[in-house]
């Protein structure tokens, strides 16, 4: 299948630029489109084919995708299916002319952004494009923030990470001590190695670390 590599780059740490990815098998609309987007001073790459889109894209660039719903080889909601199932965190906004309300439904269930009958208005696409690509950065910097609290859990050996779970839980020193069957002053050299590696200044703020790495 065109989608079965879910190519990957990397940016080395350095903000990038979002860009609006834009999927049609129509190239006067494909045209049309991009220099729409483009007028608006976004960043555009545009594609003929999902299976174009996969070979030339990567999974990590930030920006959203607008989509046709109906083409040849892969609708846009399966081109939908294929980049949730790649890891392709991009919002969607679709297009159609010839929407139905099944089709409307099973894309925003999708997670899709908006859903655009063709011919639109300009306006429209224009604020669903800035809807997207604001949710996606705010998206990624949440990702980025939980994987890099679980890179601060993963500094921790088993036993701290067992009193960790203990002090987030509200257990006093001498309670862990009892459930471990260690020294208490044990204990508190585990915590106090697990407030290091965790960075955290507080109780209250290693609370907060242990409960976002679990909903990560």
């Known amino acids: 299948m065109c989608f079965a590599r879910g190519t990957k780059g990397v940016d080395g740490g350095r903000a990038v630029r979002p ?3 834009v999927v049609d098998d ?4 494909l045209s049309a489109v991009g220099r729409l987007i ?4 976004h960043k555009v790459e545009t594609f003929g084919s999902p299976c174009e889109f996969f070979e030339r894209s990567r999974s990590d660039e930030p920006g959203c995708l607008v989509v046709d719903l109906r083409m040849p080889d892969l609708s846009g909601l399966e081109l939908q299916e294929a980049m949730d199932r790649a890891g392709y965190h991009l919002p969607v906004i679709f297009m159609s002319g010839h ?3 099944q089709s409307t439904v099973k894309a925003m269930q999708g997670g899709a952004i908006d859903f655009l009958i063709k011919p639109f208005d300009e306006r429209q696409l224009l604020e669903a494009i800035d809807r997207a690509t604001a949710l996606d950065l705010e998206e990624r910097a949440a990702r980025a923030d939980r994987d890099a609290l679980r890179a601060r859990l993963n500094l921790l050996t088993p036993r701290e990470r067992e009193v960790c779970m203990f002090v987030a839980a509200g257990r006093l020193n001498k309670q862990i001590a009892a459930e471990l069957g260690i020294a ?3 204990v508190k050299a585990h915590r106090a190695r697990v407030m290091a590696k965790l960075q955290a200044p507080s109780v209250a703020e290693l609370v907060r ?5 679990r909903k990560a």
Do not use: N, Y
């Not at 129509?26 to 609309?29: G, H, I």
């Not at 670390?209 to 790495?213: C, F, H, L, T």
């Open 19 to 21: 860009t609006v990815f």
């Open 26 to 29: 129509d190239p006067s609309v």
């Open 38 to 41: 483009r007028s608006a001073g």
């Open 99 to 101: 929407a139905d309300i």
């Open 184 to 186: 208490e002053k044990t």
């Open 209 to 213: 670390i242990v409960d976002r790495a």
